[in-house]
């Protein structure tokens, strides 16, 4: 297996580094071959030459099985430039169209939902990742005028809906959910009525194909107000581009913490690389001080092994978080965890 690594800027490679620790302690477990390849893709770099992705640099990573990223940001570069021109970029140039979200409680976790446990929050959102407003289509009138106009058009294709939305299904009937397997599409029906229109009659077109998933429907504001009442009622999401970079951040606090989340940018097709990552920043505060929170960076290398046919191994690394989590960590914040960095890589080694 040939992984891409881009450590990233801040405390990204530090993460990163006990990442590749527990791969590398899994890869010998369980007999299989990696190769890494480092590059330098960030901040430091834009700041030097200028560029977020070099010539040529998209073609050189679609040669590699996966991608494992650490984090982009830097305090020097103005935001939205490496998130659009970095992250965006690869995602749309990978053709990555699932973005995989696991909103799972950890045992020793806290959550700010008062009663709940961690088998009340463990469900998985599934986002297209390649349409809506990230595409960048729009414009500007009269700019900086007193009659300026800006617009900005959401897009939907029929084969973007569909081939997400399969996607799901299938990933809903692997899941095999012991309480019922269930596909809860989120979207906006009532107010977006053309574009969502596509989503939802794509969806129940889809639906047909899986008799044995339940398809469900929520408003996206209704969404939001069951993961904070009721998040054990979910199983499986499916949503739009823009729904889902709002709710998975609102996953990621009830499962304890964007230093818990990790995610993966698939593109599941026979060939495509796929990107792996943890969903915290770059937290330059910290950088170099080992204090940082690895648990989501290692967990984006179980989501790794589990999505490129290691998933037994990916499974191990999962359920070694749960113990180091649930049995030595005080807490999921920086600095205040009860180890350092490197410490919380060699616990979950050992718990492998």
């Known amino acids: 297996m040939q992984i891409a690594v881009i450590g990233g800027d801040g405390t990204g490679p530090e993460v990163t580094a006990e990442a590749l620790k527990v791969l590398a302690a899994t890869a010998q477990k369980y007999s299989f071959l990696y190769e890494t390849t480092d590059f330098d893709f960030g901040g430091e770099r834009y700041l030097r030459t200028g560029e977020t992705l070099p010539a040529g640099a998209v073609d050189e990573l ?83 005028t007193a009659d300026e106009v800006a617009m900005q058009s ?71 107000m069951w993961m904070v009442k009721n998040p054990e009622y979910y199983d499986v999401i499916v949503t739009t581009n823009m729904f889902g970079d709002i709710i998975t951040d609102l996953g990621a606090m009830i499962q304890g913490g964007m230093g818990v989340a990790a995610g993966g940018n698939i593109n599941p097709d026979d060939g495509g690389t796929s990107m792996f990552e943890p969903m915290g920043g770059s937290a330059p505060k910290y950088t170099g001080l080992n204090v940082i929170n690895p648990i989501a960076a290692i967990s984006a290398v179980a989501m790794l092994l589990q999505q490129t046919g290691h998933e037994t191994a990916g499974d191990n690394v999962l359920e070694a978080v749960k113990s180091v989590t649930g049995t030595k960590m005080k807490s999921q914040s920086a600095a205040k965890m009860g180890y350092s960095t490197s410490e919380v890589g060699d616990l979950v080694v050992e718990a492998l």
Not at 191 to 213: E, I, Q
């Open 154 to 224: 959401a897009v939907y294709t029929r084969k973007g809906c569909e081939r997400c939305i399969r996607w799901a299904f299938d990933f809903t009937q692997k899941r095999d959910n012991p309480k019922g397997k269930r596909l809860t599409l989120v979207a906006k029906t009532n107010v977006l009525t053309f574009g969502h229109d596509l989503w939802w009659r794509t969806f129940n077109d889809v639906a047909k194909d899986y008799p044995d998933v339940e398809a469900d429907y929520n408003h996206v504001d209704a969404c939001c």
């Open 62 to 144: 679609r040669k590699f099985d996966a991608i494992l990223l650490g984090a982009v940001g830097h305090p020097d570069v103005k935001p939205g430039i490496l998130e659009k021109g970095l992250l965006l970029e690869l995602r749309f140039q990978l053709d990555q169209y699932i973005n995989l979200r696991p909103v799972q409680l950890y045992p020793g976790v806290e959550t700010p939902l008062a009663g709940k446990k961690t088998e009340d929050i463990d469900f998985v959102v599934v986002r297209e990742n390649t349409e809506d407003l990230y595409c960048g289509v729009g414009g500007f009138l009269k700019k900086h």
